[in-house]
């Protein structure tokens, strides 16, 4: 007679572990939520000017940027976000959103710089709760934990 083991959590330990990933899908959805009030705030506060690329590095992807606030000041920033699709050259114009109270933190006027924070903590909520929903339903499971000894052949 042979005897195969397999190995696997149990059906309990699996719903445990999806409603652990479904707790942390809620808090990545508190994450989105507060990230969004943050981006929307900046948005809605910040001051929109012109500024030109004088500087790209890491394959065209990576701008340093120059602007003048509204208060002539001169500033220099290189974004906090990039998008590797997005591609800049020296001498480029785009537009600067920035803060009168901050202007180093400036971002460029493009949904990738914008939004980066609410884009990040949304896709770790969707990746949370699709992995919680399906392992509370048993169409994933996780192991090892527990060994069963399964015969088989006849005897």
């Not at 195969?4 to 959805?29: D, M, Q, W, Y």
């Not at 290189?78 to 971002?107: D, H, I, M």
């Not at 980066?116 to 934990?145: H, K, Q």
């Amino acid at each position: 007679m042979d005897q195969l083991i397999t190995s696997e959590f149990s059906k309990s330990t699996n719903r445990r572990i999806g409603k652990f990933f479904l707790f942390l899908a809620g808090v990545s959805l508190g994450l989105t939520v507060w990230a969004f009030t943050v981006d929307r705030k900046f948005i809605d506060s910040a001051i929109a000017v012109r500024g030109v690329v004088i500087a790209v590095e890491k394959s065209d992807t990576l701008p340093t940027i120059r602007f003048t606030t509204l208060y002539a000041e001169q500033i220099t920033f290189r974004p906090k976000s990039r998008n590797l699709l997005e591609q800049f050259s020296v001498g480029e114009t785009v537009e600067v959103f920035y803060l009168k109270t901050a202007p180093n933190e400036a971002k460029l006027n493009m949904a990738s710089h914008l939004w980066s924070g609410t884009e990040i903590s949304g896709v770790f909520f969707v990746i949370l709760g699709i992995l919680g929903v399906r392992t509370v339903r048993g169409s994933m499971t996780w192991g090892p934990l527990k060994q069963t000894r399964i015969t088989v052949g006849g005897g």
